[in-house]
């Protein structure tokens, strides 16, 4: 049985922000070997698990996309020994100042991001919030030794230590999204000891955050007849109780929008109803800010499912999820997956 | 003998290790008790007497063996900003007040230790995709901001429970990053004094409360101590960054890091006895320690209610440069912490009655 928080710690500790994620994709690759049959990495740099189905081939192709790649900063110019930063994926300033970080130079150097006081500020800034271009990331080196150690273009990912809150509740940098990795490989360990007609393919995609690049690219070579994305969405909390924002812990989200095959939505909601897996619809209206936006669209088109791990203060280092969610998400996935039949495709169809 | 002094003046790793004890603690003003422990613990063995007061500092007298002895107070607060929980709302969020000198900028997406078990909580942060480009020129107000212990924290935090940023001390090259630097330094360097006190003097080290609320503490110190004179030891900042456009000069740099310990002239609190300024400044150029002077203008220390106390007190204060202080994460350089220490050694080694026995001379 995988320890659901060590998984996940691990996971944590490594960096992998968009367009960079060799060093969460190793760590992907080392649980994933065991479960799955054929792992290779796309040339975009997403990892493709594949776990062969039991059924008489040819065998159709269910993707799990979850995408690994992280938000974070890059080195954008080197003052004095400080660090100018510019970002990668959506941060809000406001969050920045203070943060705990690491700077991917020639050696891994943490640091800290640091507000300058105001009076080495414009006037305009006040007292309100300092501008990225105006934050600093400080590694306590000496201005020579950063000049060594330091290029523009370097990469800075936050390094805020995971926390333990209560009721099975973590709190830390990029849960989003490896809570969806770590779901898929609850899922992929799931499937160990069930059949399952369809071959299963596990993708771990790169550069959601950015580009959606994985999420065109991984689909095309692999050619799936249905696809499940697995992502974060919010969870209520302070500052988000509208609509989009599902109760913490209280069950999985199942999008319902564009992105998403209405047959699809309704197979993954009978399912849970079934199993009795907690779930709440995850309304996206419009564009649902995951992979499954790029997803849809490859080739002439694949059917989609939206998975959603509710998750707090999104884009923050303290982003907070419970893992009771992330194994409801696993198991959903698992069960859904054993269930595709040669003849499920045909279900899959539109009202008329 | 000067050599074996200087020898055992270093920081090394067991200093290290006292100041990352002392770092990870929490000790929010009003709540000192943590530091307080580990103060206890480090001068009850070699102090000739130990006293907690009314307020809560630690009061700690080390003799010397002289003739005519100079009583000598050092002070050097145990205290640290960091927030009270004041409510507990229905979705088992806590609403905080802050302690001290907070910039509510420092505090989105923060993680925290609450109450003397230290439960590990964050302070959130609407996800960026529900703000608008508007609302992010505002900054978030303590108001709106919740510490968040998870769904199941129940009763095991309650209304008055004290929190602190989570920080942990962490070495960076020449560097320590750590919370509370402000003012642990002095702390460390008390402990360290005590532990190889001059003769020539009476050392009295008081380990204060409640300086980040109001110099509460030191006042109540000075008093009981009645000292023939004072140094503050304290932590101050390095405002030692490029301005905004990296053109003009940064002339508001307060103290600057690898600058050595930084002597106050004058602060918004206290004119300094130019007496003990001049002794600091002879002991660093004698022993050829690295000292700076701390730009006058705000701030203050300890020295501000010492040097007011019964008939007056002949008062100045040293600090550790430090950049970031009272936010999650402060930077500071070991080398201007051991300087700091041997520079007030050096100083203290030099104390005579005639220093401060005559008029108060500019």
Known sequence: MIDLSELLKEMLSASGLSGFERPIREIIKKHWEPLTDELSVSKIGSLHGLKRGQGAEPRHRVLISAHMDAIGMMVAEIHEGLLRITEI???????????????????????????????????????????????????????????????????????QQPLDLTGEAMAGHT??????????????????????????????????????????????EIKPDLAIVID??????????????????????????????????DAFEAKAKALEIPYNRDLMPKMSG??????????????????GIPLRYMHTPVETVSLKDVRRAGRLMAEFIADLTPDTLNKIRWEE | MTKKIDEALKIGAEQIELLEKLCNATAVSGDEH??????????????????????????????????????????????EIGFMIVKKHDDNLFAFECIGGIDERQLPGKAVLVGRDHLPGVIGAKPIHMTTAK???????VSEMRMD????????????????????????????RAKALDNRFGVAILIELLRHAPENIDLLAAFTVQEEVGLRGARVAAYAFD??????????????????????ENVQYNTRLDAGPAIYVMDRATIADRRIVNLLVKAGEEEQIPFQFRQPGGGGTDAGVIHKTRSGIPSTSVSVPSRYAHTAISIARKDDWEHTLQLLHAALRRVTPDLIAGERRD
């Open chain 1, 89 to 159: 994926g959506g941060i809000d300033h406001r969050i920045l100042p203070g943060q705990p970080v690491l700077v991917h130079g020639r050696e891994a150097l943490p640091g800290v991001v640091v507000q300058p006081p105001s009076h080495l500020l414009p006037e305009s800034v006040g007292d309100g919030p300092v501008e990225m271009k105006y934050l600093f990331v400080d590694v306590g080196l000496r201005p020579e030794d950063v000049k060594e150690k330091v290029r523009v273009g370097d990469t800075v990912s936050y390094a």
């Open chain 1, 175 to 220: 849960l989003d999204n490896r809570v969806s990795v770590a779901a898929t490989t609850l899922c992929l360990e799931a499937l160990q000891n069930r059949l399952h007609d369809w071959d299963v393919w596990a993708v771990a995609s790169a550069q959601e955050e950015e580009t959606l690049g994985g999420a065109l690219t991984s689909p095309f």
């Open chain 1, 232 to 265: 974060v969405c919010f969870a209520e909390g302070p500052g988000s109780n509208d609509w989009s924002s599902l109760p913490f812990g209280k069950g999985v989200g199942i999008g319902y929008g564009p992105n998403i095959h209405p047959a699809l939505y």
């Open chain 1, 290 to 307: 995951t992979d499954a936006m790029a997803v849809q669209i490859v080739a002439e088109g694949i059917p989609c499912a939206v998975i």
């Open chain 2, 34 to 79: 943590e530091v307080r422990q580990i103060v206890l613990e480090a001068v009850k063995p070699i102090a000739d007497e130990v006293k907690v007061d009314a307020l809560g500092n630690v009061l700690v007298t080390k003799l010397g063996t002289g003739e005519n002895r100079v009583r000598v107070m050092l002070a050097a607060h145990m205290d």
């Open chain 2, 135 to 141: 609302e992010r020129q505002n900054k978030i107000s």
């Open chain 2, 149 to 176: 212990l998870g769904p199941e924290i129940g009763d095991k935090v309650k209304p008055g429970d004290r929190a602190t940023f989570a920080t942990r001390f962490e070495e960076l090259g020449p560097s320590i």
């Open chain 2, 227 to 248: 000292p023939d004179m004072a140094i503050a030891v304290d932590s101050t900042p390095a405002y030692d960054l490029p301005t905004w456009d990296a053109e003009d």
